[in-house]
């Protein structure tokens, strides 16, 4: 029986490792306007995740073979430390594809704790932990859910009306706490959420945001809002989680 390797056991100093994982979220990072790489981000069953690249030389061969909430068995890759300047997930290390590296299919299996939504209060506070978000130069990726209590007018603020990267789109959250987040789309993704939120046939509808961005002047600094981080990003409206009906109640 092949023997599957836990992400938190995952280091540099060996690259025989199999592991078993289902992948949370696939994106392309454009190097080029003709060449890109695919970034993943991956969990094993006990819920630890971590991100992995395939750089542009099989990123084409892999994008239609990889999909998400598949699960997949990886053998035979690179383990980097992870230096990005903001990181998708808490874990140290990433994951980088080789030539020699194999992906298979597998069986799903149960799972740990995936969806790991902040706590509004932590996020207004600043006391969020290491094992839900990574902080660097004050910009954080976190997931939260709340119900969609208001949306803005959609704005755009560059001078060619064609220029998608001046549109602005916010909108605010509320918890079961009845807290609010203030909340900011920009370019593309602005324009498409405002399409969604429309489409919405009824109010209050409890949306998650998953690797958006906290932003705060200075760390403990009260003034900070939660804004959207391409390509990463999603927002996904009523999940399959138990937060929905605790919101529900207090909302509508």
């Not at 696939?26 to 750089?55: H, S």
């Amino acid at each position: 029986m092949v023997k599957h390797h836990h992400l938190y056991e995952l280091s540099p100093m060996v690259t025989g490792w199999t592991i078993c994982v289902m992948v949370l979220r696939i994106y392309k990072k454009f190097l080029n306007p003709n060449a890109f790489e695919l970034r993943l981000v991956l969990a094993d069953e006990w819920g630890t995740q971590i991100e992995a690249t395939i750089g542009p030389r099989f990123s084409a061969f892999y994008f239609d073979r990889i999909k998400e909430n598949q699960w997949k068995t990886i053998t035979t890759f690179l383990v980097r430390p992870n230096c990005e300047a903001i990181k998708t997930t808490p874990h140290q290390f990433h994951i980088l594809f080789m030539d020699h590296t194999i992906v298979t299919s597998s069986t799903p299996r149960e799972t740990g704790l995936l969806n790991k939504f902040t706590p509004f209060d932590y996020i207004v506070d600043d006391v969020v932990g290491n094992d839900t978000l990574v902080d660097i130069s004050n910009i954080s990726l976190i997931d939260v859910i709340g119900a969609l209590v208001n949306v803005g007018i959609l704005t755009n603020t560059a001078s060619n009306e064609n220029d998608m990267a001046g549109f602005k789109l916010p909108f605010t959250i509320m918890d079961k706490n009845k807290d609010t987040l203030v909340c900011e789309a920009y370019g593309e993704i602005a324009v498409d959420l405002e399409k969604r939120f429309r489409a919405f046939r009824k109010n209050n509808v409890v949306i998650a945001l998953a690797w958006w961005k906290i932003i705060r002047f200075y760390p403990g600094c009260n003034w900070f809002k939660i804004v959207s981080h391409a390509p990463i990003l999603t927002m996904y409206p009523e999940p399959d989680v138990e937060e929905v009906e605790e919101i529900k109640m207090v909302v509508d």
